[in-house]
């Protein structure tokens, strides 16, 4: 009897009945083949992930400690010798900073290397992103375009930072940061890498938490509000106190730019000279 | 009278289209048409009366008019919706309107999702894996409601394509699994009838073409005309192929 039902489909349903697309006709072999897949891309995705988190919870601390100068000289000069150890060592170890610069540095790098991984490869992707981008007029995508500039942005400006402290870890103060900053024309970069690494912070820990799923809670609509909300926030206040520390920086070197390259000396380090010199000087004969 | 109204009191509409017949060779061009809003009017609804009123070689696709077929799939205003879906007074009179990207166009607002999908489906061995013969005469073993409910929750996808056209990430990278297989993933590893361990769902998503690929752009997310949640189960699949890969 004819008919229009084709029974063949019954006995092979999931046969293909046209050809696939490429991509898929091409995947969809190199299943059959079942060759172990590589566990590269897991830990790859979850390095990318970790370093992240680590240089965006490090930006937080880093920020704090630097805008100790908003409080004083001594406050920040504190905080500079504490992290040489000056505090549990005999005498401060200028070193101990460059250990923990190489670290963040080495970290940064491999972060970079592997967020290369999702960059545009090629001018055709590029302009297919953008536009789509445009088109779509959607948040989060566009944020993950923001942070694909400052994070190319971050490879040079963080890069010239990172080395600087890194090779020149003694020349953390007040007076010293400050003639970086002013006599040393530092701070235009530092301006951009503050605005970069402020940004690409808080959009990557928004991200973050969003690619994981933490915090999703009974509404992961309302958490991703609030998390967006939480995203700005972060970003107003450090950009906020990264520019009010930094014109701190520019005042002082501006004001010490006729003794750029004079070490600070705290003023209690310097009254106990002073002290000594007095007591000295009333030992004098006749003094 | 108020701009864009005409004389009923109704605003006029303007339908730019954009028009394409790959097979006849007439190249991508914008079109407009122009027509009175009603009330309660749909695009499925305008798209109609374009079709019988002005240009009956319009093509675009359609089946149930109720967001439930996934068939007429568009961009409105470069966003992915459905036309039936999509109320005319929540937009501006001048609404333009062109064929989902990704999927092989037809011609005009017509594309080819079932290919797209059918090679997914495929790719990504979308059906329960079971090593027991199947007895269609018995009854099903019975299954936890609220399992099903989970199930069913992800099973609500109607192969729309508009996750897969709001994908900043399968756009540049056509290789992409996509929002949607990876809820086919996620909605067959919660099946109890599929044998399938997360090793073996590691050997179809766990690469960059594959749930690592995601960039958590969550378009897919925010233009799901069905409210499927892909954040949500896009995040707990890496976090277990993770588990999986390490």
Redesign the interface.
């Known amino acids: 009897m004819d008919s229009s039902f084709d029974s063949s489909g019954i006995a092979r349903p999931l046969a293909p009945v046209r050809p696939l697309p490429e991509a898929a006709a091409r995947s969809a072999q190199a299943v059959q083949v079942r060759t172990r897949k590589s566990r590269w891309p897991a830990r790859l995705d979850l390095l990318q992930s970790a370093s992240g988190l680590f240089l965006a919870l490090f930006l937080v601390g880093h920020m704090f400690f630097v805008s100790s100068i908003l409080i004083s000289k001594e406050a920040f000069y504190a905080v500079a010798r504490f992290f040489e150890g000056a505090y549990f060592l005999a005498e401060p170890r200028p070193w101990l900073v460059s250990g923990v610069v190489g670290v963040v540095l080495t970290v940064f790098v491999a972060h970079a290397w592997l967020a290369m991984r999702k960059f545009p490869a090629n001018f055709r992707q590029y302009k297919v992103f953008a536009e789509h981008k445009a088109q779509l007029r959607h948040g989060d995508t566009g944020l993950w375009w923001i942070q694909l500039w400052t994070g190319f942005a971050l490879f040079f400006l963080g890069t010239v930072h990172l080395y600087g402290m890194l090779t020149q870890p003694e020349l953390i103060g007040p007076y010293e940061s400050a003639d970086r900053i002013w006599t040393g024309n530092m701070w235009p970069l530092y301006l951009l890498l503050l605005f970069a690494v402020e940004i690409h912070g808080s959009i990557g820990l928004y991200r973050l938490a969003l690619k994981w799923g933490w915090l999703e809670g009974r509404d992961p609509a309302a958490t991703r509000r609030r998390l967006r909300a939480a995203k700005t926030a972060f970003s107003v206040f450090f950009l906020g106190l990264g520019l009010a520390s930094l014109l701190a920086y520019v005042q002082l070197g501006i004001a010490h730019a006729d003794k750029a390259g004079e070490r600070y000396v705290p003023q209690r380090a310097s009254a106990v000279k002073l002290g000594e010199l007095e007591f000295a000087l009333s030992r004098r004969p006749g003094g | 009278m108020k701009k864009n109204a005409v004389s009923s009191g109704h605003r006029a509409l303007t339908l730019r289209i954009l028009r394409s017949s790959p097979t006849e060779g007439v190249a991508p061009h914008w079109q407009d048409f122009h027509l009175e809003e009603a009330e309660g009017m749909t695009l499925f609804i305008a798209l109609n009366e374009v079709r019988e009123t002005l240009d009956p070689a319009l093509q675009f696709d359609f089946v149930c008019r109720a967001g439930i077929c996934g068939s007429c799939g568009m961009?409105i205003n470069?966003?992915p919706g459905l036309a039936c879906r999509s109320l005319t007074r929540d937009l501006d009179p001048l609404i333009t309107l062109a064929p989902l990207?990704v999927f092989?166009l037809i011609g005009d607002l017509s594309v080819n999702t079932g290919?797209?999908m059918?090679?997914?489906a495929?790719?990504l061995?979308t059906?329960v894996h079971s090593s027991q013969e199947a007895d269609l005469t018995a009854l099903e073993a019975p299954m936890e409601p609220e399992l099903a409910e989970a199930i069913y929750e992800l099973d609500r996808c109607i192969e729309c394509g508009c996750c897969v056209a709001?994908c900043?990430t399968l756009?540049?990278?056509?290789?992409f699994v996509g929002a949607i297989g990876l809820n086919k993933i996620a909605r067959f590893r919660l099946d109890p009838r599929d044998e399938r361990s997360d090793d073996d769902f590691?050997?179809?998503i766990?690469?960059?073409?594959?749930v690592?690929g995601?960039?958590?752009?969550?378009?897919c997310q925010?233009v799901c005309p069905k409210g499927l949640?892909l954040?949500?189960q896009i995040?707990?699949l890496?976090?277990k192929?993770?588990a999986?890969?390490?």
Do not use: I, N
Request: proline share 4%.
């Open positions: 961009l470069g966003k990207p092989e290919k797209w059918r090679g997914t495929e790719r061995e059906w709001g900043g756009r540049m990278r056509e290789e590691y050997q179809l766990g690469d960059d073409t594959g690592f995601c960039m958590s752009l969550l378009a925010d949640p954040q949500t995040a707990f890496r976090r192929m993770v999986s890969g390490l």
